[in-house]
């Protein structure tokens, strides 16, 4: 047990306008709960840990702790946050690059989680928002404006040019 972990700490956290306090234990409990219900990456605990007010000590000995127990691992993070992105909601590898920088991803661990993504599986997805949006645009007479719609939209879901002209 460290000097911190001996000493009753009290640290607070803003909620509803009230402080409340809380104990260093409680503040490594909650956020171990926190990275067990959903992998989570440094930063996101590092903001999370900010809401507490807690010393840059304590916050470097909770982050070591979550680590050692692994509640905290950015790679596998990475790797979960790819694959949820581009099944469930279908985004692309420069929307799903540009959000893991976001979050202070080291480059070669974002390109090697975006590295797992089928590329069959990548193409036939984008292929099928093609098709969608396509259907979606049927009443839409402007064939320019309808191939303009449909770019910009394969773009914000962050598919790469070359891929999306590649369809038409």
Known sequence: MTALNARKLDF?????NQEKGFAVSEIRE??????????RCHWEVENKLNEFFVIPEVKEEIIIYLIQNNFLNEERFAKSFVQGKFNQKNWGRIKIRSELKKRKIPIKMIESALNEIDEDQYQSTLAELFEKKNNSLKSE????????????????????????HSLF
């Not at 909650?30 to 992998?39: E, G, I, P, R, S």
């Not at 007479?141 to 999306?164: A, C, H, P, T, V």
Request: proline share 0%; with cysteine; charged share 45%.
């Open 12 to 16: 607070k956290k803003k909620e509803n």
């Open 30 to 39: 909650k956020l171990a709960k926190y990275c067990a219900y959903q992998d």
């Open 141 to 164: 007479r402007d064939s320019f404006k309808k191939k303009f719609k449909i770019q910009n939209f394969l773009l914000q879901k962050g598919f790469e040019r070359e891929n999306i």
